[in-house]
T-cell receptor, first 112, second 117 residues
């Protein structure tokens, strides 16, 4: 079945460092891909999305490109801030069932 | 726009009692709502999908008699945890999809932390 795999965390960076969180997926059909962010004790917020191959989603300095050839959707940010500390989830929406399937989440800790 | 309100944010209940969690779409009609459960430091597990006016579809392994879902209107879905036990303690999150200016990829509620003592 469809699945999403994220790099294990936690990821600890200094402020202004470059961030990459890897995400790969397995899916039949043509899924849409998402990144969500979850701050402590809160629900999920949609960070960015891409609905077809080669699309680039971007928001708040974060970006990710839908790479069909490598089945990847890696999240990047050029300069992280302490306020970016959170858990990040990669997800796909199955083209067959319409359900969201989440990766296991990656905790990001940014230190001043 | 596209706000989903989930209530309560936290609830503590005694073992054996039932707890109801509400999920409301404030500015759009939610034709489909999803209920997730999140264990500490784990990903989200889809429990069930509900469409307005019809019975919920539960994922494999989710007890439908224990987790009652009602989606009686286009703006409200409820999850009732019946005869709660400590192992039901978890973070429950709803999300909604519908017509109007809803970002593709669902809109999530802020979650409910359930603690059963």
């Amino acid at each position: 079945g469809d699945s999403v795999t994220q790099m294990e965390g936690p990821v600890t960076l200094s402020e202004e460092a470059f961030l990459t969180i890897n995400c790969t997926y397995t899916a039949t059909g043509y899924p849409s891909l998402f990144w969500y962010v979850q701050y402590p004790g809160e629900g999920l917020q949609l960070l960015l999305k891409a609905t077809k191959a080669d699309d680039k989603g971007s928001n708040k300095g974060f970006e990710a490109t839908y790479r069909k050839e490598t089945t990847s959707f890696h999240l990047e940010k050029g300069s992280v801030q302490v306020s970016d500390s959170a858990v990040y989830f990669c997800a796909l929406r199955s083209g067959n069932t319409g359900k969201l399937i989440f990766g296991q989440g990656t905790t990001l800790q940014v230190k001043p | 726009g596209a706000v989903v309100s989930q209530h309560p944010s936290r609830v503590i209940c005694k073992s054996g009692t039932s707890v109801k969690i509400e999920c409301r779409s404030l500015d759009f009609q939610a034709t489909t709502m999803f209920w997730y459960r999140q264990f500490p430091k784990k990903s989200l597990m889809l429990m069930a999908t509900s469409n307005e006016g019809s019975k919920a579809t539960y994922e494999q392994g989710v007890e439908k008699d224990k987790f009652l879902i009602n989606h009686a209107s286009l703006t409200l879905s409820t999850l009732t945890v019946t005869s709660a036990h400590p192992e039901d303690s978890s973070f429950y999150i709803c999300s909604a999809e519908g017509s109007g200016a809803v970002p593709y990829g669902y809109t999530f509620g802020s979650g409910t932390r359930l603690t059963v003592v």
